[in-house]
């Protein structure tokens, strides 16, 4: 479900380990009042300033687990290993196809005739 959110802090990091996070007010569609923070939003294009509205997107069970609407999933890791998983699968089984397996099997070199000549 999405809702416009009042952004109504800003909270920046003190260290290196803590990430930006904002507070935030809106109201669900069945009418409760959710009033929390995230670390999930986009802070630029445009920038969050307090005051600001915003679209979030949160469980309807459970409205506090909400995000900046425009932040998205992060499917990097399992797209590029799975694009991965899916070219070795095919490279392997276009080396391991029937008629390429029994071409490299012919083209074995034969012995050669001055070598058999001296081995005789």
Same mark, same amino acid.
Request: net charge neutral; no cysteine.
């Given at each position: 479900?999405?809702?416009?959110? %009042?952004?109504?802090?800003? !909270? @920046? ?8 996070? /904002? !507070?935030?007010?809106?109201? &669900?569609? #069945? ?16 920038? %969050?300033?307090?005051?600001? &509205? /915003?679209? %979030? ?18 499917? &990097?890791?399992?797209? %590029?290993?799975?694009?991965?998983? /899916?070219? @070795?699968?095919?490279?392997? @089984? ?6 390429? &397996?029994?071409?490299? =099997?012919?083209?074995? =070199?034969?012995?050669?005739?001055? @070598?058999?000549?001296? =081995? #005789?």
């Amino acid at each position: 479900m999405t809702a416009d959110a %009042v952004v109504l802090n800003e !909270t @920046l990091p003190k260290a290196a380990k803590e990430a930006a996070r /904002i !507070t935030v007010h809106f109201t &669900t569609k #069945d009418s409760r009042q959710v009033e929390d923070w995230t670390e999930s939003f986009v802070d630029h294009d445009p920038p %969050v300033h307090k005051g600001d &509205t /915003i679209r %979030v997107v949160y469980d309807p069970d459970d409205p506090s687990n909400f995000q900046d609407a425009r932040w998205g999933n992060d499917y &990097t890791g399992p797209v %590029v290993f799975g694009a991965g998983a /899916i070219g @070795l699968a095919g490279y392997s @089984l276009w080396e391991l196809r029937p008629s390429r &397996t029994a071409r490299h =099997r012919s083209k074995r =070199r034969p012995s050669h005739p001055t @070598l058999t000549r001296l =081995r #005789d």
